[in-house]
Protein backbone atom coordinates (compact mmCIF):
# COMPACT_ATOMS: atom_id res chain seq x y z
CA UNK A 1 0.00 0.00 0.00
CA UNK A 2 2.50 2.32 0.96
CA UNK A 3 4.45 1.87 -2.25
CA UNK A 4 1.71 2.47 -4.22
CA UNK A 5 0.84 5.53 -2.08
CA UNK A 6 4.31 6.94 -3.38
CA UNK A 7 4.08 5.80 -6.40
CA UNK A 8 0.49 8.07 -7.26
CA UNK A 9 2.05 11.22 -5.14
CA UNK A 10 4.78 10.68 -8.08
CA UNK A 11 2.60 10.75 -10.52
CA UNK A 12 0.91 13.32 -9.27
CA UNK A 13 3.82 15.69 -8.73
CA UNK A 14 4.93 15.27 -12.57
CA UNK A 15 1.44 16.73 -13.28
CA UNK A 16 1.64 19.52 -11.12
CA UNK A 17 4.72 20.57 -9.22
CA UNK A 18 8.13 22.11 -8.01
CA UNK A 19 9.32 19.35 -6.08
CA UNK A 20 9.70 16.22 -7.84
CA UNK A 21 12.68 17.18 -9.65
CA UNK A 22 14.24 15.83 -6.16
CA UNK A 23 13.12 12.55 -6.54
CA UNK A 24 15.10 10.98 -9.38
CA UNK A 25 18.43 9.39 -9.54
CA UNK A 26 20.66 13.07 -11.26
CA UNK A 27 23.47 13.06 -8.74
CA UNK A 28 24.12 16.73 -8.25
CA UNK A 29 24.25 18.69 -4.89
CA UNK A 30 24.35 22.40 -3.39
CA UNK A 31 26.90 24.23 -2.08
CA UNK A 32 27.51 27.01 0.48
CA UNK A 33 27.75 30.96 1.25
CA UNK A 34 31.78 31.32 1.28
CA UNK A 35 33.27 29.67 -1.02
CA UNK A 36 36.67 30.78 -2.76
CA UNK A 37 36.58 31.79 -6.55
CA UNK A 38 38.33 29.76 -9.03
CA UNK A 39 39.69 30.42 -12.33
CA UNK A 40 41.12 27.15 -13.44
CA UNK A 41 39.05 24.01 -14.39
CA UNK A 42 39.55 21.49 -11.93
CA UNK A 43 40.82 23.99 -9.18
CA UNK A 44 39.29 24.08 -5.61
CA UNK A 45 36.50 26.16 -5.00
CA UNK A 46 36.78 26.04 -1.31
CA UNK A 47 34.29 24.62 0.95
CA UNK A 48 31.54 26.17 3.27
CA UNK A 49 32.64 28.45 5.72
CA UNK A 50 35.99 29.48 4.22
CA UNK A 51 37.33 32.80 4.11
CA UNK A 52 35.39 34.16 1.01
CA UNK A 53 37.49 36.72 -1.41
CA UNK A 54 36.26 39.38 -4.00
CA UNK A 55 36.88 37.81 -7.48
CA UNK A 56 38.03 40.39 -10.10
CA UNK A 57 35.84 41.03 -12.40
CA UNK A 58 36.39 40.55 -16.20
CA UNK A 59 34.53 43.18 -17.56
CA UNK A 60 34.71 41.69 -21.29
CA UNK A 61 32.86 38.65 -19.99
CA UNK A 62 30.53 40.59 -17.98
CA UNK A 63 29.13 42.34 -20.33
CA UNK A 64 28.76 39.77 -22.46
CA UNK A 65 27.28 37.27 -19.87
CA UNK A 66 24.63 40.34 -19.25
CA UNK A 67 24.01 40.85 -22.59
CA UNK A 68 23.17 37.16 -23.26
CA UNK A 69 20.63 37.11 -20.05
CA UNK A 70 19.03 40.30 -21.32
CA UNK A 71 18.56 38.73 -25.02
CA UNK A 72 16.93 35.63 -23.19
CA UNK A 73 14.93 37.76 -21.39
CA UNK A 74 13.83 39.74 -24.03
CA UNK A 75 15.55 43.10 -22.62
CA UNK A 76 17.50 45.21 -25.00
CA UNK A 77 20.71 45.50 -25.01
CA UNK A 78 23.01 48.32 -26.23
CA UNK A 79 24.15 49.10 -29.89
CA UNK A 80 27.86 48.86 -28.63
CA UNK A 81 26.87 45.21 -27.45
CA UNK A 82 28.49 43.10 -29.63
CA UNK A 83 24.87 40.94 -30.01
CA UNK A 84 23.09 44.03 -31.15
CA UNK A 85 22.09 42.66 -34.29
CA UNK A 86 20.30 40.03 -32.82
CA UNK A 87 17.42 42.27 -31.33
CA UNK A 88 16.75 43.69 -34.73
CA UNK A 89 15.70 39.79 -35.92
CA UNK A 90 11.61 39.17 -35.70
CA UNK A 91 12.54 36.38 -33.88
CA UNK A 92 14.14 38.56 -30.99
CA UNK A 93 11.39 41.17 -31.03
CA UNK A 94 8.37 38.60 -31.15
CA UNK A 95 10.64 37.07 -28.11
CA UNK A 96 11.02 40.80 -26.60
CA UNK A 97 7.21 41.93 -27.23
CA UNK A 98 5.68 38.69 -25.87
CA UNK A 99 7.62 38.42 -22.06
CA UNK A 100 7.59 42.41 -22.22
CA UNK A 101 4.06 41.97 -21.60
CA UNK A 102 3.83 39.09 -19.38
CA UNK A 103 6.80 40.17 -17.17
CA UNK A 104 4.85 43.40 -17.29
CA UNK A 105 2.09 41.70 -15.98
CA UNK A 106 3.70 39.72 -13.64
CA UNK A 107 5.00 42.38 -11.79
CA UNK A 108 1.73 44.22 -11.79
CA UNK A 109 -0.38 41.45 -10.92
CA UNK A 110 2.24 39.45 -8.69
CA UNK A 111 5.95 40.68 -8.00
CA UNK A 112 4.94 44.23 -6.51
CA UNK A 113 2.58 42.64 -3.98
CA UNK A 114 4.81 39.40 -2.77
CA UNK A 115 7.73 42.35 -2.48
CA UNK A 116 5.19 44.47 -0.38
CA UNK A 117 4.49 42.21 1.40
CA UNK A 118 7.51 40.80 2.47
CA UNK A 119 9.39 44.15 3.07
CA UNK A 120 6.28 44.34 5.87
CA UNK A 121 5.79 41.15 6.97
CA UNK A 122 9.05 39.36 7.13
CA UNK A 123 10.86 42.26 6.81
CA UNK A 124 13.84 41.05 8.76
CA UNK A 125 14.12 38.71 6.13
CA UNK A 126 14.00 40.49 3.29
CA UNK A 127 17.15 42.86 4.79
CA UNK A 128 18.96 39.35 6.05
CA UNK A 129 22.21 39.27 3.69
CA UNK A 130 22.24 35.57 4.76
CA UNK A 131 22.70 32.65 2.52
CA UNK A 132 18.93 31.51 1.58
CA UNK A 133 19.07 27.38 0.94
CA UNK A 134 16.27 26.54 -1.70
CA UNK A 135 15.47 22.95 -1.50
CA UNK A 136 13.12 21.58 -4.31
CA UNK A 137 13.68 24.73 -5.91
CA UNK A 138 13.64 24.00 -10.05
CA UNK A 139 15.25 27.44 -10.90
CA UNK A 140 13.34 29.58 -9.33
CA UNK A 141 15.36 32.09 -8.52
CA UNK A 142 12.32 34.44 -9.23
CA UNK A 143 10.77 33.82 -5.98
CA UNK A 144 13.87 33.43 -4.25
CA UNK A 145 15.31 36.93 -5.39
CA UNK A 146 11.48 38.85 -4.96
CA UNK A 147 11.38 37.67 -1.17
CA UNK A 148 14.91 37.77 -0.09
CA UNK A 149 16.87 40.72 -2.36
CA UNK A 150 19.81 40.91 -0.09
CA UNK A 151 21.08 37.72 -0.09
CA UNK A 152 24.57 37.50 -0.93
CA UNK A 153 24.00 33.68 -1.53
CA UNK A 154 21.62 31.65 -3.07
CA UNK A 155 21.58 27.57 -3.12
CA UNK A 156 19.22 26.43 -5.23
CA UNK A 157 19.11 22.25 -5.39
CA UNK A 158 16.73 20.38 -8.06
CA UNK A 159 16.74 17.60 -10.32
CA UNK A 160 16.92 19.13 -13.85
CA UNK A 161 20.71 19.42 -15.15
CA UNK A 162 22.18 22.56 -15.58
CA UNK A 163 22.52 22.25 -19.10
CA UNK A 164 25.21 23.93 -22.04
CA UNK A 165 26.49 27.77 -21.61
CA UNK A 166 24.17 29.66 -23.85
CA UNK A 167 27.04 31.70 -25.03
CA UNK A 168 25.64 33.13 -27.63
CA UNK A 169 29.06 34.45 -29.77
CA UNK A 170 29.80 30.21 -30.27
CA UNK A 171 25.91 29.86 -31.76
CA UNK A 172 24.57 30.59 -35.55
CA UNK A 173 21.32 32.50 -35.98
CA UNK A 174 19.49 29.54 -36.00
CA UNK A 175 21.02 28.42 -32.81
CA UNK A 176 20.67 31.44 -31.02
CA UNK A 177 16.89 31.46 -32.05
CA UNK A 178 16.65 28.21 -30.73
CA UNK A 179 17.86 29.57 -27.41
CA UNK A 180 15.53 32.30 -27.59
CA UNK A 181 12.24 30.11 -28.04
CA UNK A 182 13.21 27.31 -25.74
CA UNK A 183 13.87 29.83 -22.76
CA UNK A 184 10.36 31.48 -23.26
CA UNK A 185 8.33 27.71 -23.42
CA UNK A 186 10.11 27.19 -19.92
CA UNK A 187 8.81 30.19 -18.80
CA UNK A 188 5.45 29.65 -19.18
CA UNK A 189 3.91 27.57 -15.72
CA UNK A 190 5.44 29.96 -13.27
CA UNK A 191 4.40 33.23 -14.91
CA UNK A 192 1.04 31.81 -14.99
CA UNK A 193 0.71 30.12 -11.70
CA UNK A 194 4.17 31.04 -9.75
CA UNK A 195 5.55 27.90 -9.72
CA UNK A 196 7.22 25.19 -12.51
CA UNK A 197 4.98 22.34 -13.17
CA UNK A 198 7.98 19.42 -13.21
CA UNK A 199 6.12 17.35 -16.19
CA UNK A 200 7.14 20.59 -18.42
CA UNK A 201 10.66 20.82 -16.88
CA UNK A 202 11.28 17.25 -17.52
CA UNK A 203 10.77 18.31 -20.93
CA UNK A 204 11.51 21.65 -21.64
CA UNK A 205 14.79 21.51 -19.82
CA UNK A 206 15.39 18.26 -20.52
CA UNK A 207 17.98 19.25 -23.27
CA UNK A 208 18.47 22.81 -22.45
CA UNK A 209 18.92 22.78 -19.09
CA UNK A 210 17.80 25.54 -16.18
CA UNK A 211 20.98 28.05 -16.90
CA UNK A 212 18.35 30.01 -19.22
CA UNK A 213 16.03 30.59 -17.15
CA UNK A 214 18.18 31.47 -14.41
CA UNK A 215 19.66 34.31 -16.69
CA UNK A 216 16.37 34.96 -17.07
CA UNK A 217 15.25 35.76 -14.18
CA UNK A 218 18.90 37.65 -13.11
CA UNK A 219 18.09 39.95 -15.67
CA UNK A 220 14.57 40.66 -14.82
CA UNK A 221 14.94 41.18 -11.72
CA UNK A 222 17.98 43.95 -12.64
CA UNK A 223 20.92 41.77 -11.33
CA UNK A 224 24.45 42.04 -14.27
CA UNK A 225 25.89 38.39 -14.89
CA UNK A 226 29.00 39.03 -14.40
CA UNK A 227 30.44 35.30 -15.07
CA UNK A 228 28.87 31.90 -15.15
CA UNK A 229 31.14 28.71 -14.77
CA UNK A 230 30.69 24.89 -13.99
CA UNK A 231 31.70 23.63 -11.07
CA UNK A 232 31.38 20.25 -8.74
CA UNK A 233 31.08 18.89 -5.49
CA UNK A 234 33.95 16.13 -5.17
CA UNK A 235 34.04 12.96 -2.89
CA UNK A 236 35.62 15.06 -0.13
CA UNK A 237 32.77 17.83 -0.12
CA UNK A 238 34.93 19.93 -1.66
CA UNK A 239 33.84 22.79 -4.59
CA UNK A 240 35.49 21.97 -7.65
CA UNK A 241 35.46 24.66 -10.86
CA UNK A 242 35.34 22.03 -13.84
CA UNK A 243 33.71 20.88 -16.65
CA UNK A 244 29.94 20.63 -18.18
CA UNK A 245 30.13 16.71 -17.07
CA UNK A 246 31.67 16.86 -14.12
CA UNK A 247 33.14 13.73 -13.96
CA UNK A 248 32.90 11.37 -10.45
CA UNK A 249 31.32 15.02 -8.81
CA UNK A 250 28.31 16.20 -8.31
CA UNK A 251 27.78 18.90 -11.17
CA UNK A 252 26.61 22.38 -10.67
CA UNK A 253 26.77 26.33 -11.86
CA UNK A 254 28.09 28.80 -10.65
CA UNK A 255 26.75 32.38 -11.40
CA UNK A 256 28.21 35.37 -9.93
CA UNK A 257 26.44 39.05 -9.88
CA UNK A 258 25.72 42.19 -8.71
CA UNK A 259 22.39 43.51 -7.76
CA UNK A 260 21.23 46.76 -9.04
CA UNK A 261 22.99 49.79 -7.71
CA UNK A 262 25.66 47.35 -6.15
CA UNK A 263 28.82 46.76 -6.54
CA UNK A 264 29.58 44.00 -4.05
CA UNK A 265 29.21 40.20 -6.37
CA UNK A 266 26.99 37.90 -5.15
CA UNK A 267 26.60 34.07 -5.65
CA UNK A 268 24.09 31.79 -7.15
CA UNK A 269 24.90 28.24 -7.01
CA UNK A 270 22.26 25.36 -8.34
CA UNK A 271 22.83 21.95 -7.71
CA UNK A 272 20.73 19.04 -9.14
CA UNK A 273 20.59 16.07 -6.87
CA UNK A 274 18.25 13.58 -5.67
CA UNK A 275 16.97 14.60 -2.22
CA UNK A 276 15.38 11.47 -1.03
CA UNK A 277 16.68 9.25 1.26
CA UNK A 278 18.33 6.73 -1.21
CA UNK A 279 19.66 9.34 -3.16
CA UNK A 280 20.92 10.89 -0.27
CA UNK A 281 22.84 7.66 0.43
CA UNK A 282 24.69 7.87 -2.66
CA UNK A 283 25.77 11.97 -2.35
CA UNK A 284 26.72 12.06 1.43
CA UNK A 285 28.44 15.38 1.01
CA UNK A 286 25.47 16.86 0.72
CA UNK A 287 24.69 17.23 4.25
CA UNK A 288 28.03 18.38 4.95
CA UNK A 289 27.37 21.21 2.80
CA UNK A 290 24.19 21.88 4.56
CA UNK A 291 25.46 21.73 8.24
CA UNK A 292 28.23 24.24 6.29
CA UNK A 293 25.78 26.92 5.69
CA UNK A 294 26.02 30.08 7.53
CA UNK A 295 23.16 30.33 9.68
CA UNK A 296 21.08 30.21 6.30
CA UNK A 297 17.31 30.98 5.95
CA UNK A 298 15.23 28.56 3.91
CA UNK A 299 12.13 29.04 1.28
CA UNK A 300 10.38 26.05 0.34
CA UNK A 301 7.70 26.46 -2.25
CA UNK A 302 6.00 23.76 -4.43
CA UNK A 303 7.91 21.06 -2.76
CA UNK A 304 5.32 18.33 -3.84
CA UNK A 305 4.42 17.39 -0.13
CA UNK A 306 7.76 14.84 -0.27
CA UNK A 307 8.67 15.82 3.25
CA UNK A 308 5.02 14.39 4.53
CA UNK A 309 6.58 11.41 4.35
CA UNK A 310 8.76 9.68 6.00
CA UNK A 311 9.71 6.49 4.43
CA UNK A 312 11.08 8.46 1.20
CA UNK A 313 12.59 11.77 2.25
CA UNK A 314 12.97 12.49 6.32
CA UNK A 315 16.46 12.58 5.75
CA UNK A 316 16.18 16.21 3.73
CA UNK A 317 13.43 17.27 6.12
CA UNK A 318 15.58 16.55 9.02
CA UNK A 319 18.60 18.11 7.51
CA UNK A 320 16.48 21.36 6.29
CA UNK A 321 15.51 21.65 10.04
CA UNK A 322 18.39 21.11 11.89
CA UNK A 323 20.36 23.78 10.00
CA UNK A 324 17.44 26.35 9.51
CA UNK A 325 17.22 29.51 11.87
CA UNK A 326 14.15 31.10 9.66
CA UNK A 327 11.73 29.06 7.24
CA UNK A 328 9.45 30.24 4.70
CA UNK A 329 7.29 27.91 3.26
CA UNK A 330 3.72 27.08 1.49
CA UNK A 331 2.14 23.73 2.71
CA UNK A 332 3.44 21.89 0.63
CA UNK A 333 6.79 21.80 2.23
CA UNK A 334 7.32 20.28 5.50
CA UNK A 335 4.00 19.16 7.40
CA UNK A 336 2.92 21.79 10.46
CA UNK A 337 3.08 18.85 12.67
CA UNK A 338 7.08 18.43 12.65
CA UNK A 339 7.65 21.91 13.97
CA UNK A 340 7.93 21.71 17.71
CA UNK A 341 6.50 24.00 19.61
CA UNK A 342 9.74 24.18 22.20
CA UNK A 343 11.52 24.87 19.24
CA UNK A 344 9.60 26.98 17.20
CA UNK A 345 7.79 30.05 17.12
CA UNK A 346 5.13 30.14 14.17
CA UNK A 347 2.99 32.51 12.35
CA UNK A 348 0.54 31.75 9.19
CA UNK A 349 -0.78 33.98 6.72
CA UNK A 350 -3.40 33.35 4.19
CA UNK A 351 -5.80 30.32 3.92
CA UNK A 352 -5.28 26.68 4.17
CA UNK A 353 -7.28 25.00 1.08
CA UNK A 354 -7.10 21.04 0.62
CA UNK A 355 -4.55 20.39 -1.84
CA UNK A 356 -5.00 21.37 -5.56
CA UNK A 357 -5.56 17.95 -7.67
CA UNK A 358 -3.60 16.04 -8.48
CA UNK A 359 -2.72 15.54 -4.54
CA UNK A 360 -5.06 13.91 -2.62
CA UNK A 361 -6.82 13.89 1.06
CA UNK A 362 -3.67 12.39 2.37
CA UNK A 363 -1.71 15.60 2.12
CA UNK A 364 -4.54 17.45 3.78
CA UNK A 365 -3.64 18.78 7.27
CA UNK A 366 -6.05 18.54 9.63
CA UNK A 367 -4.32 20.17 11.98
CA UNK A 368 -3.02 22.79 10.26
CA UNK A 369 -6.57 23.38 8.86
CA UNK A 370 -7.27 23.59 12.85
CA UNK A 371 -4.91 26.28 12.95
CA UNK A 372 -6.14 29.01 10.57
CA UNK A 373 -10.01 27.52 11.50
CA UNK A 374 -9.69 28.99 15.43
CA UNK A 375 -7.47 32.18 14.36
CA UNK A 376 -9.73 34.54 12.82
CA UNK A 377 -6.78 37.28 13.06
CA UNK A 378 -4.88 35.28 10.21
CA UNK A 379 -3.79 38.00 7.86
CA UNK A 380 -5.01 36.99 4.32
CA UNK A 381 -2.37 37.39 1.33
CA UNK A 382 -3.07 39.24 -1.23
CA UNK A 383 -0.87 37.41 -4.11
CA UNK A 384 -0.93 33.86 -5.06
CA UNK A 385 1.73 31.86 -4.46
CA UNK A 386 2.45 27.84 -5.06
CA UNK A 387 -0.29 25.19 -5.93
CA UNK A 388 -3.48 26.91 -4.35
CA UNK A 389 -2.88 30.30 -6.40
CA UNK A 390 -5.92 30.84 -6.67
CA UNK A 391 -7.58 34.05 -4.90
CA UNK A 392 -7.95 33.57 -1.11
CA UNK A 393 -6.68 30.16 -1.54
CA UNK A 394 -2.70 30.75 -1.03
CA UNK A 395 -0.97 29.89 2.97
CA UNK A 396 2.91 30.75 4.11
CA UNK A 397 4.08 29.72 7.44
CA UNK A 398 7.24 31.51 8.80
CA UNK A 399 8.97 29.29 11.24
CA UNK A 400 11.64 31.34 13.33
CA UNK A 401 14.02 29.21 16.19
CA UNK A 402 13.08 30.06 19.46
CA UNK A 403 16.45 31.88 21.00
Known amino acids: MKNMRLSLLLTAALLLGGGLQSCDSSNQST ?116 FFPKAEEYVLIALEPVGPLPDFSQLSTEQQNLKLLEAKNSLFAILQYSFFRTNDMKVDLQKQGVLPVLLVFLARTNNRVLDVEYIGIDSSGTVQSTNEKAKGMVPGVKVTFTAADEDKPRTLYYFSTDLSDDGLKKTPQLAQFVDNLDQPNTYLKAASYLMHYDSTFKQIRELTLAKATNLLQDDSGMPVRVFDDNQWNLTFYGNYTAPRAPFTAEEYQTDLNQIYQKNAKIQRLNFGIGYNFGPNESNLMLAKVKR
Open 31 to 146: TSAKTETASAPSSSEGSPGSTPTTPQIDEVKAARWTDISKLLAGMKVGEDSEFSEVQKRPTWVSHHSFLEDAFGKLEDQQLSKVRQWAAIEIADLHRSTQPLFYPFSGPDILYANT
